[in-house]
């Protein structure tokens, strides 16, 4: 199998195009071909070879990397393609491990590191005599922040909007390609919703994004759905909030960044309370100490950004999970969701002292259906009966789970939750969208039906209620001309 991908890539002979001439056939010797589909792998394979290098050292106690919290993981290395990141003490004995490590491993694999794309970060504790040593040891030049990694602006403060300008830029100018006017109101509800929107999405996985940027973003936007050019601005014939409705019930299914952004982040919050082993979990969990976000907690101002966000959104988590009982043994019977969603017993009746802290696994008798004794003299009767509405918490059932909020099993669906932020009810959907949606015809044409159902075509009568010139047609006489005058009634309609 080596032998196989050796032979692959050592065998190649290419040439380049120069100043219009072919130049004789060259074998590459470092690096392998960009574009080749095997590429990716082989490099990946390459790079673990590092990995492991690295975790080596760390096993062997040379390489110390940083520690986050006193129970958490150690990190000595983050890589993602061709991104690297090394994490290490500021110590000239550590530097030379680094650097005896990368070397090795450039003596193995051929490659070699960048001086350019190299830099390192001091945390502050680093007092400027040592930065001078390791840079010096090093080679590499002092970075001042970590700018971005897999595109997302790496900062160790509460993000700005001017740290999320990039977003704005990249809007605008995938705008600046487009003529706006020359496109049809449906391409341009295609472009808002497929393009831009989709922009901001991959860093509003893990960071809040600034108010102020989203809001930016999503005037860009609405000003291209509308048409707006620089020296002209348009009318915004539909409402936002309306526009930003989903399509069955009555809007086009353009989505509310800062209401995107949040239901992103409490992905993030649920799978830190639902034991998710990922790697960024643990690194939370070492650090704050806790394995859910409890109401309780606090944060300080020392924090990290993503913490922060969670811990301020982790009420609207808790409020909104709700447990299917199982054996009912995790879950406090009158302080979580598990007769409806949202719905906390504490908060619709008062529970008598003595039943504090209960379990719904207490509220059942010997036989196993619900215990009536416990609640009859204080629980009101609606919520007496939403409960004999639920199966009685069984061992047999297995533990409590969390369901998937909004989702229909027990994952957490962003879609669902976005949906629930935004208040949008489904059962609120109307048959005459959903029709207006699937007919028979071109985008083109449902985008105009669909702006035809609000009475939004923009008709000399409605103009002229705009105070913008009369409200006759121009080809008939004395008739008003209203939208349905214009599709059927006119005379140029029936010519
Ligand atoms: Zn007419």
Redesign the pocket.
Known sequence: MVNVIMHAITSVETNVKWNGARSEFFRPQRGIRQGDPISPYLFVLCMDKLSHLIMHSVDVGEWRGIKVGRSGPMISHLMFADDLLLFGEASEKQMRCVMNILNKFCLMSGQEVSQEKTSILFSKNVNSGMRDKLLHLSGFREAHDLDKYLGVPLIGRAPKKADYQYLIDQVSNKLAKWKARQLSFARRVTLAKSVLEAVPIYPMMTSRIPQSCLDEIQKIQRNFLWGDTENVRRYHVVRWSVVTMPKDMGGLGLRRLDAMNKACLLKLGWKLNNGATDFWCEVLRGKYGSNNLTIEMNTRSSDSNVWKSLINLRLFLLNNTFWNIGDGCATDAWNKAWIEPGYHVAQHCEVPSYLNGARVSDLVDEDGRWNWQIFRDWMPSNIQGKIAAILPPSAVNGCDEPAGIGGNNNEFSVAAMYENICGFDRRNAQLMWKKTWQLNVTKRVRCFVWLLTYDRLLTNSRKSRMGLGHAM????EN?E?TTI??LR?????NY
């Open positions: 047609c121009n080809y008939c008739v001309e005058h214009v009634d006119c005379n140029l309609v």
